[in-house]
């Protein structure tokens, strides 16, 4: 019995589960016991995309802050969703407390951006 026990504090102990979900700044997350968290956006953006470099155009947005801090710098992965004439989206500067959105394209000018976003890191 005490074998049994044991093995099933072992298996207790491997398990992964929700720690918190929520939605907070129009950013879903969720927690997870082993310190994963995923975060999962729809960022909606206006820029004038002004700034010449080597026949594209592009901008950045101001820092963009995350709810909930990383441990240390995640991942992000950003897709456009909707968008006028964007030919790329990137990000920079991220820390463990936001990120900034850049935008490129060979047309210059107002440019809406609605980008797809899903940030992977660990908050413990």
């Not at 298996?11 to 129009?26: A, F, W």
């Not at 991220?94 to 797809?116: E, H, W």
């Amino acid at each position: 019995m005490t074998k049994a026990n044991n093995n099933i504090a072992i298996i207790n102990s491997n398990l992964i589960s929700i720690v918190e979900r929520g939605t907070k700044n129009n950013y879903n997350y969720t927690k997870y016991s082993n310190g994963d968290m995923v975060m999962w956006s729809k960022y909606t953006w206006n820029t004038n995309l002004a700034t010449s470099w080597y026949n594209w155009y592009f901008a950045s947005s101001a820092a963009v802050g995350f709810p909930v801090a990383f441990k240390q710098a995640p991942l992000i992965i950003v897709s456009p969703a909707k968008t006028n004439e964007l030919y790329g989206l990137g990000v920079a500067e991220v820390t463990t407390t936001g990120y900034k959105l850049t935008a490129y394209s060979p047309k210059q000018g107002m440019c809406y951006v609605q980008a797809d976003m899903l940030i992977i890191g660990k908050w413990k």
